[in-house]
């Protein structure tokens, strides 16, 4: 079974502009997050998703970030207008729903580059 | 504040046991403890969940203290596999708080 899957990989943009990323969770998996991971840093949580409702979002800056979640299944999260202390690895996570200590299951992540 | 407190890193010599520990001296009486561990340029993985008992799995055991203040990953037979960042996390509300892990590194 194929594991969460993210794109791109690697993305390189200049300041001020827009990025998206892409995440399809594991089948089955109704809850999704997104993290955002600095270097030498754990992930932090950004947002999480309880099938399409946002159920935490506190972490999440909204006045360039936002995300979503249609159908409850496909994520995109995005960055506009991107800035350079966004440079960083954005993971995304899924989950089966029900349970806090369910496992989350994390994709490779997308390693953004802001110039 | 629900961070947990891990040695910045360890090494440990190839087909050895290891033990990591965390401690986690604010813990409730409803927070799970949870080990991820971070291989190089890849997304965290779990690694086993425990709340009072110790636990046992096919990757490693959680052995949990008394008090549940503090808490070992052991890893019983390390491979130059397991070279990674290792994450203890309390559970708290639901969410997984990161810290920046204890770094293992398997000498060979």
């Known amino acids: 079974e194929a594991g969460v899957v993210q794109s791109p990989r690697y993305k390189i943009i200049e300041k001020k502009q827009p990025v998206a990323f892409w995440c399809n969770p594991i089948?089955?998996?109704?809850?999704l997050y997104w993290y955002l991971q600095n270097l030498g840093q754990g992930p932090e949580l950004l947002i999480r998703?309880?099938?399409?409702?946002?159920?935490?979002d506190s972490q999440l800056p909204k006045d360039r970030f936002s995300a979503e979640r249609l159908k409850g299944v496909d994520s995109t999260l995005k960055i506009q207008p991107a800035e350079l202390g966004d440079s960083a690895v954005y993971l995304c996570a899924s989950s089966l729903g029900g349970r806090a200590y369910n496992e989350q299951f994390f994709g490779p992540g997308t390693r953004l580059t802001v110039l | 504040d629900a961070k947990t407190t891990q040695p910045n890193s360890m090494e440990s010599n190839e087909e050895e046991p290891v033990h990591l520990p965390c401690n986690h001296s604010t813990i409730s009486g409803t927070d799970y403890i949870h080990w991820y561990r971070q291989l190089p340029s890849q997304g965290p993985e779990y690694v086993i969940h425990?709340?009072?008992s110790n636990v046992n799995n096919r990757m490693a055991s959680l052995a949990i203290a008394e008090d549940r203040k503090s808490s070992t990953l052991i890893l019983h037979r390390a491979t130059l596999r397991d070279a990674a960042v290792y994450y203890c996390?309390?559970?708290?509300?639901?969410?997984?708080?990161f810290g920046t892990g204890t770094r293992l590194t398997i000498i060979p």
């Open positions: 998703y309880e099938n399409e409702e946002a159920v935490d």
């Open positions: 996390i309390r559970l708290r509300n639901e969410k997984l708080t």
């Open positions: 089948s089955g998996h109704n809850t």
């Open positions: 425990g709340l009072t």
